[in-house]
């Protein structure tokens, strides 16, 4: 996607606003519990992750927080945005349905964010990973991830309604007068 500076930093600054008008430590929390719930059914939750999010490490609760502010930026991709209330089945599926049509798009640009905030926060790209030394070996451009991690970009992106729901959000589309 392309768009002239001044149209993207209107962008920028809208998703922030939203960002934190819907409260960004209420959506970072619902994104920890999303994936804690998750990581502890699927038995690869890490000790130091299997706890609430005010007793995350600072780095942890960030990292969360930037997830929680890119939801909105990558919503606005495809005409969608979040707003205070519980999904209807009908917002529910026609919400699901605009993510699970565009999911390598916003796969791509959950990942370019991510990147963003690795490298934002002193992280470089490495052939190994080390979090003591903040070398990442996934900081490569999506088109060059193997399959199982772009697969997991789009497992976020499709899990939005439902982090959504934890932080008594739902997902409309952006013209909806009733949102």
Known sequence: LH????????????DEETANRLGVDKLAGAVHEFYR????????????????????SPFDQASNRAAARRVPAILALVGLKLV???ATATERSEAQAVLSFHAD????????????????????????????????NLLIPYSDLPEKEKQKDRLAISSYPDIAELAGLKIVPIGNAKA
């Open 37 to 56: 719930g998750k990581g502890t059914t699927e038995g690869w939750i890490k000790p130091h992750h299997d706890r609430g999010f005010a007793d995350l």
């Open 105 to 136: 798009l916003l796969g791509e640009a959950e990942h370019d964010g991510w990147m963003d905030w690795h490298f934002d926060n002193g992280w470089s790209q490495s052939k190994v990973r080390d979090d003591f030394r903040q070398f990442q």
């Open 84 to 86: 205070d209330g519980i």
């Open 3 to 14: 768009v002239e500076l001044h149209e993207f930093n209107s962008l920028t600054q809208r």
